[in-house]
């Protein structure tokens, strides 16, 4: 679009292409965002929990990918740790 404009012809022209391509552009950029609106969680999904698995249920898969993360299962491990140790505590408080 770096061409001379050298009389109102060719101005009118260039303003008419230039609306041409604004609504093009408006309609494609209306269309990706319907798009994102009605693909959002799954692509959220999909950015945390990996692409798609085998397993149907969806639950068996999120408790799966924690149970990989050796963090979380440290923190499983002093959680139920810490319940046992007050359980027993409280136990100990009853005799």
Do not use: C
Not at 42 to 59: A, C, E, P, V, Y
Request: glycine share 8%; hydrophobic share 35%.
């Amino acid at each position: 679009m770096n061409r001379r404009i050298r009389n109102i012809e060719q101005l009118d022209r260039t303003i008419r292409e230039l609306k041409a391509k604004q609504k093009s552009l408006e309609t494609s950029i209306d269309h990706n965002f319907q798009s994102l609106k009605g693909n959002y969680f799954n692509m959220t999904l999909n950015s945390i929990f990996g692409g798609k698995r085998s397993t149907t249920n969806f639950w068996a898969d999120i408790v799966g990918r924690f149970m990989e993360s050796e963090k979380l299962q440290q923190g499983v491990s002093n959680l139920v740790n810490k319940v046992a140790d007050k359980i027993g505590d409280a136990l100990k408080g009853e005799k």
